[in-house]
């Protein structure tokens, strides 16, 4: 029998204990049925498996997100997947949790290394070939966050204020492919609200959208610690609560359901939800363990990471090199790289190979200096400056190798700013004017702005590479592989460009405004006409390729038609002397006056095709139905406006070879759509920057001065956080104590960072649940009292008589469990 054929055998209380973890990575098992728990664990690009808080197991650290999606590979990712499986199995894992696809809203979010793109098709494809390639070992994936889930600032309090279409169109967009296409064992709903409901309370997004619309089969889970209400978040659709918050949940649960607020048959439900997980998991889980060779991986690590840089600028003078050349390799991060973020994607790798020992044993004539102090980054230093100087002068060609701060890369803080280091910008500068033969080799997470453009023969931008960083970067600087990565997102001149500059952080409300709606990243960029350094969809080769002789199957299409589909077939063609790679982006544009705005263009396909020096090949792309639709809000449903269309065939989003003509048909009653041309005048020219509160909330829908607090009311309450508390003198005293604690802490940048958001960013009511209970909801009136500039003792009183409380909901079972403890773990 099926462990989720066997709740029927459950009393209500082991059902609900179902519901929340063991631990902070397991399930619960139930011991008198022989029902195991089964493992999740961290590492979307390598395992995080925790042995004790803090350490992790060894594993191999592959390249991030963002640079897998610079291989724009999907055979690639798949393979990754496939290998991270395997891991899993050697490591009794039945769950990895990942890939992560919220959209790069901003270049400041500090978990843009962790995503894929800017641009839902990209984003949904990369985690599909993911999921697939994980899953295909019989281990799970947690897709995530869900959903518009773009920033770290206050993210356990921010509210996702979107219209409809964008969610759909943008935020949701990659999520539906990837459930379609891969069906993920489980999916993570996030910490933010979207508009005025948490999402892990969020029925319109958990039952309706995902399991209704998209018909999502898994389990839900939350994010760790992200449930505000346990209740409201089981009756929305949340299956599990992690991490463990033990009899604390149980007993809430239980009250509910004697209230009648939950019923019997939602919590079977979600049960055998959490069980189905251990029959999926158990026949991989019981078998032996299969065994890996970590140094083979890492090679399978090095053959993904070679196809992810993106040559952003080539002059021809500097790359690929040759090994007699006498090459300068210049700055501290040639042998300290930056090669992964920290936070939950954080892996303590197996090995790491930096540039500047692989690129010694290459260059017989290779010299180096440092350039800069990496522990001093925001300064020059001069003695260091003048060293690089001479020795860039005193070579015929110069890798300068610069990077984002360690703590811009980082779960838990947001960026201040998309700028680099300064002794890095000017160590720039400087080594371009001694030599400029330069190729400056750049390592961020996300796009950065660049004012020394102009300066360098040529700019490599290899995101986070994993622990093969230097040997896969030599095999490109070396010429042994043309690099083939292309962009995930735009490079804007300056943040000041980007269309949500003024509402990129929660306002004094924890707001998040997307009022630049649909109009993100090159949408955006393109449809308003703003200039940037660097396209979406950029990259360059070592060679070059011509596209030639598009053909369309056919010139009309019908989407009222349920197979309704037309392939595009063109000739792609090696012209230059280099073996390579070139992906071909298929973009769709409204070549006729829509009643709704548009981007210029947007991508609905891409391929990713190699070829030999001279060769041929007849490329085919697929587009359906999907790639012509929008979301209509006035019909509450997918349409699509016909029209004449144009497929676009492009090199990059700017870099447009080919081009078709397409004339698209519907029977979408479209009459009672509202035209935006006159309703909505700044949003159908992208001109985001003149949108007013009114024209944003004529496309959001609805007055959001509804779900404002009273301005008046300046106590804070169990739902805000310590960063609210600015209003009393005892709220001031503990935010300044704990910042005092933070600063003063032997840790590095970027855990200080993750540490601070994460504290005083916290609303207090996670207060209980994380410590599971041991801080009861009467303890916590008295710590919001005391805060509010109550009275030091009445805040003690109240703590005290919670102290019952606590032990009788969770002290008192929890001794009981441990004399009668008996675990199954399988």
Not at 324 to 352: E, M
Not at 391 to 408: G, H, I, N, Q, Y
Not at 475 to 487: A, H, Q
Request: glycine share 6%; aromatic share 8%.
């Amino acid at each position: 029998m099926k462990y989720s054929e066997m709740t029927g055998q459950l009393t209500l209380r082991e059902q609900l204990s179902l519901l929340g973890g063991k631990d902070w990575w397991h399930t619960v098992a139930i011991p008198r049925l022989g029902i195991p728990n089964v493992m999740v664990s961290d590492g979307p690009t390598g395992l995080r498996k925790e042995i004790r808080l803090g350490k992790s197991i060894e594993a191999v650290c592959y390249p991030s997100a963002t640079a897998v999606a610079s291989s724009w590979d999907r055979d690639a990712v798949r393979k990754l997947g496939e290998t991270l499986g395997d891991e899993c199995l050697h490591e009794r894992l039945a769950v990895l949790l990942g890939p992560g696809i919220n959209i790069k809203r901003s270049p400041l979010c500090g978990r843009n290394f962790e995503y894929y793109s800017e641009d839902p098709v990209l984003a949904g494809e990369m985690a599909a070939g993911y999921i697939n390639g994980v899953q295909s070992k019989n281990v799970g994936t947690s897709l995530k966050h869900f959903a518009a889930n773009s920033t770290e600032t206050r993210r356990m309090l921010a509210d996702s204020i979107v219209d409809e279409r964008a969610l759909r169109e943008i935020y949701l967009r990659g999520f539906e492919i990837a459930v379609r296409k891969a069906q993920p064992w489980t999916i993570m709903a996030a910490y933010n609200k979207i508009n005025g409901k948490y999402c892990t309370e969020n029925s319109y997004l958990l039952s309706d959208i995902l399991r209704g619309e998209w018909g999502f089969q898994g389990l839900v889970v939350s994010d760790w610690n992200a449930i505000s209400d346990r209740e409201d978040a089981l009756n929305a659709g949340v299956d599990l609560e992690m991490p463990s918050t033990g009899y604390y949940s149980i007993n809430r649960l239980a009250k509910a359901y004697r209230n009648g607020k939950i019923d019997a048959e939602t919590v079977e439900t979600s049960a055998k939800r959490v069980l189905d997980l251990a029959d999926k998991s158990l026949p991989n889980l019981k078998a032996a363990a299969p065994d890996f060779d970590m140094d083979e991986h890492h090679q399978i690590a090095r053959e993904l990471a070679v196809g992810c840089p993106v040559l952003l600028k080539n002059g021809g003078n500097v790359l690929p090199l040759n090994s007699a050349d006498k090459v300068a390799v210049i700055g501290a991060r040639a042998k300290d790289p930056v090669y992964q973020g920290a936070g939950s994607a954080k892996v303590n790798a197996h090995t790491v190979d930096t540039p500047y020992d692989f690129l010694e044993r290459e260059l017989s004539g290779m010299t180096y200096a440092a350039g800069y102090d990496i522990k001093h980054v925001d300064s020059p230093d001069a003695e260091l400056t003048a060293e690089a100087v001479a020795v860039a002068t005193a070579a015929d060609k110069v890798l300068l190798f610069v990077s984002c701060r360690p703590e811009d890369v980082c779960e838990g803080a947001d960026r201040k700013d998309m700028t680099l280091p300064a002794a890095m910008n000017q160590a720039v500068i400087d080594i371009c004017k001694a030599n400029p033969n330069t190729a400056v080799i750049l390592t961020t997470g996300s796009a950065m702005e660049l004012p020394w453009v102009d300066l360098p023969d040529t700019i490599l931008q290899t995101y986070l590479l994993g622990e093969v960083y230097g040997s896969a970067l030599s095999d490109i600087l070396m010429g042994r592989v043309s690099p083939s990565g292309k962009l995930p997102e735009s490079y804007p001149k300056s943040i000041q460009d980007t269309p949500c500059l003024a509402d990129y952080q929660p306002d004094k409300n924890s707001n998040l405004i997307y009022k630049e709606s649909i109009f993100v990243g090159y949408r955006y960029y393109e449809t308003s006409g703003t200039e940037v350094t660097y396209p979406f969809g950029h990259g360059l080769s070592y060679t070059t390729f011509e596209y030639s002789d598009p053909v369309l199957t056919t010139k009309t299409l019908d989407t009222s038609k349920e197979d309704a589909k037309v392939v595009l077939k063109f000739n792609l063609t090696n012209t230059g002397s280099y073996d390579g790679a070139e992906v071909a982006q298929i973009y769709v544009a409204a070549n006729f006056a829509s009643l709704v705005y548009r981007p210029a263009k947007e991508l609905k396909n891409f391929v990713k095709v190699f070829l030999k020096a001279g060769e041929t090949k007849t490329v085919e792309v697929e587009l359906d139905r999907h790639a012509f639709e929008y979301f209509s809000t006035e019909l509450d449903a997918w349409a699509v406006e016909p029209g004449a269309y144009r497929i676009l065939v492009g090199s990059s989003s700017q870099d447009i070879r080919l081009s078709q003509d397409l004339d698209v048909a519907s029977a979408d009653d479209l009459d009672y759509e509202i035209d935006y041309r006159s309703a909505t005048p700044n949003y159908y020219a992208a001109n985001i920057k003149a949108v007013d509160e009114d024209e944003f909330l004529d496309v959001l829908g609805y007055d959001l001065n509804d779900y404002l607090p009273d301005p008046s009311e300046k106590r804070v309450t169990p739902y805000d956080c310590i960063e609210d508390c600015t209003n009393s003198d005892h709220g001031w005293k503990v935010i300044n104590l704990l910042n005092t604690v933070f600063d003063l802490a032997p840790v590095t940048e970027d855990l200080r960072a993750m540490a601070k958001e994460s504290v005083l960013g916290a609303p207090f009511k996670r207060m209980t649940t994380a410590s599971g209970g041991l801080i009861s909801d009467t303890m916590l009136d008295g710590i919001v009292h005391y805060l509010n500039d109550g009275s030091l003792g009445q805040a003690i009183q109240l703590i005290a008589r919670g102290v019952p409380e606590t032990a009788k909901v969770v002290l008192i079972p929890k001794i009981k469990d441990m004399l009668n403890k008996k675990d199954v773990l399988e």
